[in-house]
């Protein structure tokens, strides 16, 4: 069905006659009738009786009429939709971001976005990077943040931020009495690092290898939190970003040993897709991510 022909009859049958329909839609009444008399052609019908002042609709004509009228709103509609959505009144982000970043660097970003922009639904998943790069190529998430990098071409990586890792002992721990602590006295202590998959472990683990050290954890775990509780029982030492421990360690419930011949720090990164267009509220969210990340205070930065 041409949908220029469908737009003459609708205003057609709005106006109730041709003459009419013609004036309101700029075209002239010869070109209207011709057009409408090969919309009834095609669809093997009559849509309008011709009267000698004006037309009527017939049964198939009004039937037409009806749905001509709702494509007509379904398309205000639409426009409106996109409308809202470039002014960021409406839509949704999917965001998936790695475990560190998900639980102590998002929650105020997520929080003053959905303040400037309550209408917008937010989806988060977190997870390790190897779990948000997938995502990210099947689809499910928009962007991306994640500890690790990425080796796949389709994906586009931008660092946002320079973390630093640091090494954490239960308090009390005879290292963070000592003075110059070397690379070889944390290693000789029991370990506990993050799962296979994490970006924290892997960047840990090619630091130690590019210093000749190697580490065998006596447990891994999944989560940030849970590594912190076991090392807070005294089950060994682990190296976690600073990000993560400022508060246990105000408490007294860790403490941070300086190591002399080794500083770890790592970017992270914003992902995404190469050919995929981002949307006004993705460009949003990052540039309330950018102020979050400027306002790290000095301490928890990575020391020059």
Not at 72 to 101: F, M, N, P, V, W
Not at 186 to 199: D, Q, T, V
Not at 248 to 260: C, D, M, N, T
């Amino acid at each position: 069905m041409n949908r220029n022909h469908l737009a003459l009859f609708q205003a057609v049958a709005k106006a109730g006659s041709i003459s009419a329909g013609a004036e309101q839609a700029r075209v002239s009444q010869p070109a209207v009738s011709k057009q409408i008399a090969e919309l009834e052609e095609s669809l093997g019908v009559r849509l309008l009786d011709r009267l000698p002042r004006g037309c009527r609709l017939t049964e198939a004509g009004k039937i037409l009429a009806d749905y001509a009228n709702r494509l007509h709103q379904l398309e205000g509609d639409a426009a409106r939709a996109i409308d809202e959505y470039r002014g960021l009144k409406q839509g949704r982000i999917s965001i998936g971001a790695s475990l560190t970043i998900g639980a102590w660097l998002l929650p105020e970003v997520l929080a003053e976005f959905h303040r400037l922009y309550p209408k917008i639904e937010l989806q988060l998943q977190t997870a390790n990077t190897e779990a948000i790069e997938r995502s990210l190529l099947e689809g499910s998430v928009e962007l991306g943040l994640t500890e690790g990098t990425s080796e796949s071409k389709e994906l586009e990586s931008t660092v946002f931020f320079q973390d630093e890792l640091v090494v954490i002992a239960p308090t009390g721990h005879p290292l963070l009495k000592k003075k110059n602590v070397t690379l070889r006295d944390i290693c000789r202590e029991p370990f506990i690092l993050r799962e296979e998959g994490s970006g924290t472990r892997a960047v840990v683990e090619r630091a130690l290898r590019r210093h000749g050290f190697k580490i065998r954890p006596i447990l891994s775990l999944g989560s940030p939190a849970a590594i912190k509780n076991v090392v807070a029982a005294g089950m060994g030492l682990s190296i976690v970003s600073r990000l993560i421990v400022n508060l246990e360690v105000q408490a007294g419930y860790l403490g941070i040993i300086p190591v002399k011949d080794i500083k770890i720090s790592r970017p992270l990164h914003t992902q995404r897709i190469r050919t995929r267009q981002q949307s006004p509220a993705i460009l949003k969210f990052q540039e309330i991510l950018k102020e979050k990340v400027a306002s790290i205070p000095r301490n928890q930065r990575p020391k020059s």
